[in-house]
């Protein structure tokens, strides 16, 4: 209980050894110190002065390095080392070929995101660098008719689909490998199975053919292994959904955030009839282009929409490297 302000029942006149009657904190005189050393009014001003020139002071300097924190984050985060194209006969389709208007050079990632490593003579490296066609283009069937729908697409693969309808989505995907494959000096492995070293490209497109006629979305991933986690998705990684119908795209770009880790990537596909390949945008959010988000809980079952097809998180699958 507070004894502030309580008195002693004693009366005055008590005798001697009494208790005093205690004066109320709020009646109390001020020390003596306060009462006989008060400062001259000269120094008391001095001293003021003092204070609010420390105090402004004070403010000046937080606010200067509260701008110096700020003009800091805002900075760009420097961007990766450079990445190296590959040689111009990596891809041997392409009578001249040009790495400024490859992805990489075409579609840079969104604020925040920096481009993943990839290592050169790599799957991936080789992915990245796939030449465009000028501006956004217009994707043609294999009959050399416009597609119906040119609203799927941010840009266009320079490379051609071939006269005959086998070049649809899991044949694009299975296409671009043996491209790859070839151009590494591994064309003995699948699809081609190339028993010479360098085949011509008269070889190389007659065993492509063949391929092609028997590959489906079923036959494509009997090929490949699942991917357990979004957050390990890689530059040729392949969404996938076996079946009639089914589908497929690449993954044929990636980037990240640095502090978190989030990924955001870049899909090309073909389509039923046969047709150009080419980079898809990203109806969900236009203004990010062709990039589209990883999600951020890992979530297998999150949907992946597409223009033309809606996959799952889930069905993310990939070539196994020998």
Request: overall charge negative.
């Given at each position: 209980?507070?004894?502030?302000?309580?008195?002693?029942?004693?009366?005055?006149?008590?005798?001697?050894?009494?208790?005093p009657p205690q004066t109320p904190l709020d009646e109390m005189p001020p020390p003596l110190s306060l009462r006989e050393n008060k400062p001259h009014p000269i120094l008391r001003g001095l001293l003021i002065f003092l204070a609010v020139g420390m105090l402004g002071f004070g403010v000046l300097l937080q606010n200067r390095m509260f701008k110096r924190r700020a003009e800091e984050s805002n900075k760009k985060t420097p961007p990766p080392t450079a990445l190296t194209?590959?040689?111009?006969?990596?891809?041997?389709?392409?009578?001249q070929y040009d790495p400024a208007e490859s992805i990489v050079a075409r579609i840079p990632p969104p604020a925040g995101l920096q481009r993943t490593a990839s290592e050169p003579g790599s799957f991936a490296h080789w992915l990245r660098f796939l030449p465009l066609k000028p501006g956004q283009g217009q994707v043609l069937l294999h009959t050399t008719k416009p597609k119906h729908n040119q609203n799927a697409h941010f840009a266009v693969i320079d490379i051609d689909t071939g006269k005959k309808n086998l070049q649809q989505a899991a044949g694009a995907i299975v296409r671009l490998r043996a491209e790859y494959l070839v151009a590494a000096g591994r064309g003995d492995e699948w699809p081609l199975n190339f028993t010479a070293e360098a085949p011509s490209r008269a070889e190389f497109r007659k065993c492509l053919d063949a391929a092609l006629a028997r590959m489906s979305t079923r036959s494509l991933a009997a090929e490949l292994v699942p991917v357990n986690s979004a957050r390990d998705m890689r530059i040729g990684d392949v969404f996938i959904h076996p079946g009639t119908p089914g589908h497929a795209a690449i993954v044929v770009d990636l980037a990240e955030y640095p502090k978190t880790g989030q990924k955001g990537f870049i899909l090309a596909q073909s389509f039923i009839p046969a047709q150009d390949m080419h980079i898809l945008v990203n109806p969900a959010n236009p203004q990010a282009g062709p990039?589209?988000?990883?999600?951020?809980?890992?979530?297998?079952?999150?949907?992946?929409?597409?223009?033309?097809?809606?996959?799952?998180?889930?069905?993310?699958?990939?070539?196994?490297?020998?």
């Open positions: 209980m507070d004894t502030a302000g309580k008195q002693d029942k004693t009366q005055p006149g008590q005798t001697p050894g009494q208790t194209p590959p040689p111009s006969d990596a891809f041997g389709w392409a009578k990039w589209y988000p990883a999600p951020p809980n890992d979530n297998p079952n999150a949907t992946l929409r597409t223009p033309e097809w809606t996959f799952s998180f889930g069905e993310l699958m990939r070539f196994e490297e020998k």
